[in-house]
């Protein structure tokens, strides 16, 4: 796999975790869904696409890092939060109201460091587009 791919692999799953980030925050005073349910926050976790092992190993005899794949989206722990508001519509017999416990401060944190990871995976990109080139500029002058 070469340097692109492997950075490719990073903007798609950085953009997801973006997609998920973003979903969080527009259902985070959410009280229901479509199917009636109270919305969890997600989060999304990823990893190598490739056995960082089997990399090392004979397993690989070329050695080539394989780029970062979706690993799973998962619920939050401690996802729901349940506020005393005996006026709202939504309120259980008690007057406790569930909805989603997102942390707009820690989802913003998020936002920027997922923001900073895609930035950093288009400037490899370019990077590597830049090296290919010079690589064909040497080649054609020998």
């Known amino acids: 796999m070469d340097a692109e791919k492997i950075s490719l692999s990073g903007l798609d799953v950085e953009w997801r975790r973006l997609e998920i980030i973003a979903q969080n925050l527009a259902n985070m005073n959410s009280t ?3 199917s009636g349910d109270v919305y969890h926050p997600l989060r999304l976790l990823s990893g190598p696409s490739g056995s960082f ?3 090392l190993g004979a397993g ?7 780029g970062v794949h979706v690993v799973a989206i998962e619920e939050t722990p401690n996802g729901l939060r349940r506020t005393y508001d005996p ?5 259980d017999p008690e007057g406790f109201v569930t909805t989603p416990n997102v942390d707009h401060a820690q989802e913003m944190a998020l936002m920027v460091k997922t923001a ?3 930035e950093a995976n288009l400037a490899a990109i370019r990077i590597a587009q830049g090296m290919y080139a010079k ?4 080649g054609q002058r020998s």
């Open 32 to 34: 229901r869904t479509e």
């Open 53 to 55: 092992d089997a990399m």
């Open 60 to 66: 690989n005899a070329k050695n080539e890092p394989t």
């Open 87 to 91: 006026g709202h519509p939504q309120a």
């Open 116 to 118: 900073r990871v895609y």
């Open 135 to 138: 690589a064909l500029e040497v």
